[in-house]
């Protein structure tokens, strides 16, 4: 059945292929990006079934404006994908405050933007899912990503709790963590590398910046395929509630949760009876 699916970041990467998928399927798609014009002529310029709109996420008006553009074009939205982020690499110190502020204004308050504005739309209808592109850095800490992962960490803890808000209303979440795909997240208009400013980090930061740059295309997820499967989920009528994309990202969460097992049990001895026996202490 046709949906309506709107897209964040779809004038590059993995929002492109999103948005291709969902046309070449027979969805009706509403695909925005900062520069439109961008957008409208890597799909391929005018379609019926397709609306182009601005939309930089960290605006709440741009949100606004095109939750209300899709509602006037289609009359629904049926699928929100919170697609578009960035990547501040580096190491915490050589990270400035207003780099980390940056991030999380684009990787968990512009998804929190998008998703305010059409969240009335899908409350009306009762009906709707909101899938959010998290990572396998949302779920497991890694080197030179401590900005990202803090931003993608977040990410995973709203969207934990939001399913709770809009289960009685008939909207479905789901959280996605792909592992390493051929996106564009690891070129320079999406990642903002650092400049070495400590000695103690410089030799480690330029060997890390290189080995990151040397694996830009060679990653081995297929984005197509990943655009794919995100759009099975977003057909089924009951769609999971997190989705580990990657062969490479199931094995890393698997052993990230048997890690957790393993400091919970190791946390009882001295954690385990912490509770109040009484008395005046």
Same mark, same amino acid.
């Given at each position: 059945m046709s949906k309506v699916i709107f897209v964040t970041g779809a004038g590059r990467g993995l929002g492109i292929d999103i948005a291709r998928q969902a046309l070449k399927a027979g969805h009706r798609v509403v695909a925005t990006g900062r520069r439109p014009e961008e957008v409208?002529?890597?799909?391929?310029?005018?379609?019926?079934?397709l609306l182009v709109t601005k939309l930089d996420i960290t605006s709440p008006d741009d949100a606004r404006a095109a939750a209300q553009a899709a509602v006037s074009r +289609?009359?629904?939205?049926?699928?929100?994908?919170?697609n578009?982020?960035?990547? +501040?690499?580096?190491?915490?110190?050589?990270?400035?405050?207003?780099?980390?502020?940056?991030?999380?204004?684009?990787?968990?308050?512009?998804?929190?933007?998008v998703t305010r504005a059409i969240?009335?739309?899908?409350?009306?209808?009762?009906?709707g899912h909101i899938i959010t592109l998290s990572s396998s850095a949302g779920l497991i800490g890694q080197e030179f990503c401590v900005a990202y992962a803090a931003s993608k960490f977040a990410v995973e803890g709203w969207m934990e709790s939001l399913r709770y808000d809009l289960?009685?209303?008939?909207?479905?979440?789901?959280?996605?963590?792909?592992? +390493?795909?051929?996106?564009?997240?690891?070129?320079?208009a999406s990642t903002t590398w650092p400049?070495?400013?400590?000695?103690?980090?410089?030799?480690?930061?330029?060997?890390?910046?290189?080995?990151?740059?040397?694996?830009?295309?060679?990653?081995?997820?297929?984005?197509?395929?990943?655009?794919?499967?995100?759009?099975?989920?977003?057909d089924q009528a009951i769609?999971?509630?997190r989705f580990v994309a990657g062969a490479d990202a199931i094995e890393g969460v698997k052993a990230k949760?048997?890690?957790?097992?393993?400091?919970?049990?190791?946390?009882?001895?001295?954690?385990?009876?912490?509770?109040?026996?009484?008395?005046?202490?």
């Open positions: 409208e002529q890597t799909l391929g310029g005018p379609q019926e079934s +289609f009359g629904r939205i049926d699928v929100l994908v919170n578009a982020g960035n990547f +501040f690499a580096g190491y915490f110190e050589e990270i400035t405050p207003a780099q980390m502020r940056q991030q999380f204004e684009t990787n968990l308050f512009g998804p929190m933007n969240l009335p739309i899908l409350r009306e209808q009762r009906a289960e009685p209303y008939g909207i479905h979440t789901t959280v996605v963590e792909p592992g +390493f795909f051929r996106t564009e997240l690891l070129v320079d400049e070495p400013t400590i000695e103690d980090y410089a030799e480690r930061t330029t060997a890390t910046i290189a080995a990151w740059k040397s694996m830009n295309g060679q990653q081995p997820g297929d984005p197509v395929k990943l655009a794919q499967a995100l759009l099975t989920i977003a769609p999971p509630l949760a048997q890690e957790l097992l393993a400091q919970a049990e190791a946390s009882r001895e001295l954690g385990g009876d912490l509770a109040h026996h009484g008395g005046n202490g």
